[in-house]
């Protein structure tokens, strides 16, 4: 009998380097050294109680079966205000499903916008998944180079220039991981004037400093917006997000979901419901503090000697550095966990990324440790 072999879409997907890098270092931990994670993608907060809370009681209240596919209307009702509250949109309930993560939303959405062979366009650098998930659709991420001279922001020129018959959606991430960067209004607007649909990812929503805030629904009604529980409100284990659509899209997103997942968890629906509609004050506070060590980890690193862009949003710095794959290797034989930069994308190479979703007096401890160590790599 032939032996089992990954399909050629198993084969063009690349590896999940943060997940990579980060099992090195717990294999360090584990042989009693001591090592400060800054690799991780997820906020070191506690999920809020009320929040924890709302998830037990709808435990104990026996709310343990499946859901509407679409999600609890409660949620989608709280989702629409939301929106509407935030940023002065309107966002029909009936084009909200819940979803386990914004990771499947992101999925299923590429997947009901592409055939085989059709184009995603997308900045470069990007989040991992993008083009990941592209490929395994066995469709093409057409990358848009940005950089730290332009702000990282992706040019609606350089996307109009781009785009073909086989193009089938822009997909945008602001604030954006690995850089922190939020998209101006202007580019917003720009992208969504230009007739092709738009997926904005806006999972790092919320975590957003000094900078203005805004959706791309805003500027277009042809968008499919992403988003989810994971980061504002801690709670990246509940698995749950969201995606907003237009109604062409949403019919056949509730079938994929319907097949796929059936629902989104009950009990981390009930404490989504609570994380939207309960006090906000733990959100506050974590924004402070999240701002507080990216000043630091910031200025820092300038002082350094390394060009890093001040971020607006999210918790990452992507700071540039002379052979980042060398320097990652180094910092980590001195218990500093960082990510090369060449993981998300060719134009992020000459790049690393600093996730500061670690405490303050860690975040000062591994700024100690990499000091001595910068000297060699400018
Ligand atoms: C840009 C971006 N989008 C989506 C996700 C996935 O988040 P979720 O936990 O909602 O699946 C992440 C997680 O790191 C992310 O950085």
Excluded at 25 to 54: M, Q, W, Y
Excluded at 100 to 106: F, V
Aim: hydrophobic share 40%; glycine share 8%.
């Amino acid at each position: 009998m032939d032996e089992m072999h990954p399909s050629q879409m198993a084969r063009t997907v690349t590896s999940f380097l943060v997940m990579d890098v980060m099992e090195r270092a717990n294999i360090l931990a584990s042989e009693g050294r001591d090592i400060i994670h800054l690799e991780v993608g997820e906020p070191d907060f506690d999920t809020p109680d009320c929040i924890r809370k709302a998830a037990y009681e709808a435990m104990q209240h026996g709310r343990t079966h499946y859901t509407d596919s679409l999600g609890i209307p409660e949620l989608r009702h709280a989702i629409a205000a939301h929106y509407g509250k935030t940023y002065g949109v309107q966002v029909d309930e009936s084009r909200i499903m819940v979803t386990a993560g914004s990771s499947p939303a992101l999925l299923m959405a590429i997947a009901c916008l592409v055939d085989a062979g059709d184009e995603i366009i997308m900045s470069d650098p990007y989040y991992a998944c993008y083009p990941n998930f592209t490929r395994i659709l066995k469709a093409v991420p057409h990358l848009v180079p940005t950089g730290s001279a332009d702000g990282f922001q992706l040019d609606p020129s350089k996307v109009r220039d781009c785009m073909s018959e086989a193009s089938k959606a822009v997909l945008i991430n602001s604030p954006a991981n690995p850089t922190g960067i939020c998209l101006d209004a202007e580019h917003m607007k720009a992208l969504g004037s230009l007739g092709i649909p738009i997926i904005s990812d806006e999972i790092y929503h919320g975590l957003v400093y000094e900078s203005e805030q805004h959706t791309i629904l805003e500027f277009t009604d042809n968008a499919v917006v992403i988003n989810g529980f994971s980061k504002a409100y801690a709670m990246t284990g509940f698995r749950v997000g969201y995606v907003s659509a237009p109604p062409e899209l949403s019919e056949a997103l509730l079938k994929v979901h319907q097949y796929s997942t059936a629902c989104a968890s009950s009990l981390s629906q009930a404490a989504a419901l609570e994380a939207l509609t309960g006090p906000q004050e733990s959100v506050g506070e974590m924004v402070a503090e999240f701002q507080k060590r990216r000043n630091l980890v910031v200025s820092r690193l300038n002082h350094m000697g390394l060009e890093c862009n001040m971020p607006q949003g999210a918790f990452y710095v992507f700071p540039q550095v002379r052979d980042p794959d060398l320097f990652v290797a180094e910092a980590l034989k001195r218990g500093v966990v960082l990510v090369p930069g060449a993981s998300f994308g060719g134009h992020g190479a000459g790049h690393f990324r600093l996730s500061y979703a670690a405490s303050y007096p860690d975040l000062e401890e591994s700024m100690d440790r990499l000091e001595s160590l910068v000297k060699s790599f400018l």
